[in-house]
């Protein structure tokens, strides 16, 4: 069962980042410039630490969002999706004319359980 998913136009975004750019990480920002949106960097170009909560991996790249952030979406299951336009970030995909964004839904009840058991 996964918390995060990932589009196929997303997917094919992310190949194209990852042969251009090697291995890549996603993080879910918390608001200061982009609102919260998933954003991606080359693998070591962002710092993590114990406060970052990994979510899972979706087309071979790791997803992390901030402990704080994760509060308000812990009851969610996440889909990674691009659209054309200019996020106001860092993120690779940006020079592409795209920006990722998130659609959320609740988790299921089954989800829930699966989720919080551990």
Known sequence: MKRVEITDKAAEV??????KHGDLIFHQSGG???GSAPMIFEK???YL????????NV????????????????????T??????????????????LRFLIHSRL???????FFNSK
Do not use: N
């Open 32 to 34: 200061c410039c982009d």
């Open 14 to 19: 992310v190949r194209q980042l990852k042969a």
């Open 44 to 46: 070591g170009e962002m």
């Open 107 to 113: 988790l299921t009840e089954e989800e829930s359980l």
């Open 80 to 97: 990674v999706d691009v659209t054309e336009g200019r996020g106001a970030s860092f993120s690779l995909e940006i020079p592409l004319g």
């Open 49 to 56: 630490d114990d406060s970052d909560v990994h979510l899972g």
């Open 59 to 78: 087309e071979g790249v790791d997803f992390y969002m901030h402990q704080d952030q994760f509060e308000y979406w812990k009851h969610t299951h996440l």
